[in-house]
């Protein structure tokens, strides 16, 4: 069990690519924190991990609100003392028109969720990384993050900025020995929201590709700070 006695936390693990990671890590023998704003998918997902012999706990967090995530700090340090891994996978797409037909709500929400979120779960749980001299913080990003994305501006700009976030903050928290990560899938078979392609499911990456990914980074010896993955539904890892 590579991964015993560490904790580990993932945002949007009620569904898809967070479901997806959630388990592998907990196959792996991490504690996962499942965390979202749906207790009831969290709930689910929790039974299943426990059924197959892992471990993890069901909390609630909106991503949206400061409070809520200092909060889920608060009784993560009491209870746990801990974070070793934190996986800032949960994410929003926009509805698919062009950006100047875009109402700055939506432009707001996105952007709340995609990139400010991130950077509240980064604030809230470093610390913990901080004092134990070790931690790695994974980003799931996209390649809309690397390409041109057309009436997808907005999205694509949060995971642009997802990518210049990563590699920043892995030249800060450098001498404290944690890494920093980020994953860029192409078009995954998820019920995404605000994803409405009709491409073939079959075609696309499947969750389970990001979380092998994600699998194969925490337990590699680090060679650097800081890793970038891409991967494209023609190649699958």
């Known amino acids: 069990m590579e991964l015993a006695g560490q904790l580990a936390v993932v945002t949007g693990a009620g569904r898809g690519i967070g479901e997806a990671i959630s388990k592998r890590l907990a ?3 991490a504690f996962v924190m499942l965390v979202a704003r749906d207790m009831e998918r969290l709930e689910r997902v929790q039974r ?8 993890a706990q069901a909390a609630q967090l909106d991503l949206l609100n400061e409070q809520s995530i200092a909060k889920f700090a608060e009784n993560l340090c009491a209870h746990h003392g801990r974070c070793d891994i934190l996986v800032n996978n949960a994410a929003i797409g926009s509805t698919g028109t062009p950006l100047h037909e875009m109402p700055p709500a939506e432009w707001d929400r996105l952007m709340a969720t995609n990139l400010r979120g991130p950077y509240l779960m980064i604030r809230a749980l470093t610390p913990m990384m901080i004092a134990a001299k070790s931690g790695h913080i994974i980003n799931i990003s996209s390649l809309a993050g690397h390409n041109p994305l057309p009436r997808g501006a907005a999205y694509s700009a ?4 997802l990518n210049g976030l ?4 892995a030249e ?5 020995n944690i890494r920093v990560s980020v994953i860029a899938p192409g078009s995954t078979n998820t019920r995404f929201e605000g994803q409405g392609d009709r491409k073939d499911p079959n075609k696309k990456i499947q969750p389970d590709d990001v979380g092998r990914i994600v699998a194969m980074l925490v337990t590699q010896a680090p060679q650097s700070f800081i890793s970038e993955v891409l991967i494209r539904p023609t190649q699958k890892p």
Not at 48 to 55: F, N
Not at 166 to 169: A, G, L, M, P
Not at 172 to 176: A, G, T, Y
């Open 158 to 161: 949060s995971k642009w900025g």
């Open 48 to 55: 299943e991990i426990q059924s197959s012999g892992g471990s």
């Open 27 to 29: 196959s792996m023998g």
């Open 172 to 176: 800060e928290l450098r001498p404290h």
């Open 166 to 169: 990563t590699y920043s903050v």
